[in-house]
């Protein structure tokens, strides 16, 4: 026995000799804790299996397992979240969510990538949820490249609900770009059921930064500007349908508009406009319309909000004064754009239409708090209207901070779900 664990085995003696299983417990974790930061893992995991509690028990392997990962000891990690998992079998998720942690960084080395695997071969539900799965799918494609391609479709067969399943090869298709593997990532984006996500996926491709042959961004753009204009619509299509469709339309005519495709850019953005016409809430008609406003003005396409949609509209549609306190705030984002003083007066009256007082107030009267937190955003907005800000992946955040057609532009998508977290 090697001298330096003599004071640790005769402190395990001491746990053993104990009644109380508590003070047991806290001891014997103790004792594994400081024989582990020493190198003694054959002692770790004696003290451990004897840790009567099973909750400390289960509590001490996963701060262990922690800090082997901190340390970059990892070798001890499969043994220590193996006894974790038969100590608590419901603890399956810790050990996906360790092997996760494993991967983070810029490059996290093949060895770390190759131990998370293995860990998720431990238990029989390494993840609590569906997007769990997503997330290391994702982040594996993302620093273990084409090296990994095959444990990362293995992932991806786990993601059997059929939105997940298209998220997670919209995140292949992705990688296959990235590998420059074309033909590949395109017959993925193919295969999509639904057009509106085969149009997203080959929008996808043609602004990826990996494309870099003009020929196949022009390609792509075609596709996707080809399976958008399959979906049918009219006035009586499901409204949700028609909003997402006016969105998607002017994402695509701006973005083949930038890339050069100036013809093909403006036809679709006709056709945004035409979609926008047809939804039949006041609010959601305007909030698109205004969107593409700013898109347009943007684009040098029009001079301004004012030439291109009658304000009266606003005041017709029949809107609360906290709707169309939303509709100027919009239009006030389009002026600002022509600058800081262009938008004023729009800013001004969002302030007062979102002051007025409810023509039927509900049976607790006015709500003014209602009314205070809708001002407090427009002033809020209004003071940081002038600064840059970069959209941050923080919907939450970003949210507050990017004028709302900026935000759409960014975190709008076809393959979004309920419970995706996005």
């Not at 974790?84 to 490059?107: H, I, Y």
């Not at 084409?146 to 399943?165: H, K, N, P, W």
């Not at 003009?214 to 619509?233: N, Q, T, V």
């Not at 909000?305 to 809107?319: E, M, P, Q, T, W």
Request: charged content about 30%; hydrophobic content about 40%.
């Amino acid at each position: 026995m090697d001298e330096l664990s003599a004071p640790l085995k005769a402190a395990a003696d001491a746990a053993l000799g104990m009644e109380n299983p508590l003070a047991r417990s806290a001891l014997l974790g103790e004792v594994a804790k400081s024989q582990a930061r020493l190198g003694f893992w054959d002692d770790v995991f004696e003290s451990a299996t004897k840790i009567p509690n099973r909750a400390e028990k289960r509590g001490v392997l996963r701060d262990l397992a922690l800090g082997c990962i901190e340390s970059g000891g990892i070798e001890p990690l499969p043994r220590l979240l193996k006894a974790m998992v038969e100590t608590d079998p419901a603890s399956g998720p810790v050990v996906g969510r360790l092997a996760m942690s494993l991967m983070d960084g810029d490059a996290p080395g093949a060895d770390r990538i190759r131990m998370a695997l293995e860990l998720l071969r431990l238990t029989s539900k390494p993840f609590e949820s569906r997007r769990g799965v997503y997330d290391f799918l994702e982040r594996l494609l993302a620093v273990g490249g084409e090296a990994f391609e095959e444990q990362a479709r293995v992932i991806l067969a786990l993601l059997t609900d059929a939105d997940f399943q298209d998220w997670g090869q919209l995140a292949l298709m992705k990688s296959l770009a990235r590998w420059t593997r074309w033909k590949e990532a395109e017959e993925i984006a193919r295969k999509f059921t639904q057009p509106r996500r085969r149009s997203w996926a080959f929008l996808d491709l043609a602004r990826s930064p990996d494309a870099t042959d003009e020929d196949r961004i022009h390609s792509c753009f075609g596709k996707s500007e080809e399976f958008l204009d399959e979906i049918e619509y009219d006035e009586n299509a499901d409204q949700r349908g028609v909003e997402s469709l006016a969105a998607q339309y002017r994402i695509l005519g701006k973005a083949a508009f930038t890339a050069g495709l100036t013809e093909a850019g403006s036809r679709i953005l006709e056709r945004a406009e035409a979609v926008a016409a047809m939804i039949t809430s006041d609010l959601q008609r305007l909030k698109m319309q205004y969107f593409l406003a700013r898109t347009l003005r943007e684009l040098g396409l029009i001079d301004s909000v004012g030439n291109y949609l009658d304000k009266k509209s606003i005041r017709d549609a029949g809107l609360t004064g906290i709707d169309r306190s939303r509709v100027f705030q919009w239009s006030a984002e389009v002026g600002d754009l022509a600058g800081p003083r262009a938008g004023l007066s729009d800013w001004t009256e969002a302030v007062r239409q979102a002051a007025e007082k409810q023509a039927a107030p509900n049976r607790f009267g006015d709500d003014e708090f209602n009314r205070a937190q809708r001002i407090a955003e427009i002033v809020r907005r209004f003071s940081m209207r002038n600064e840059k800000f970069e959209p941050t992946g923080d919907p939450d955040l970003d949210a507050v901070r990017l004028p709302g057609a900026e935000f759409e532009e960014h975190y709008y998508s076809p393959f979004a779900i309920d419970d995706c977290g996005c």
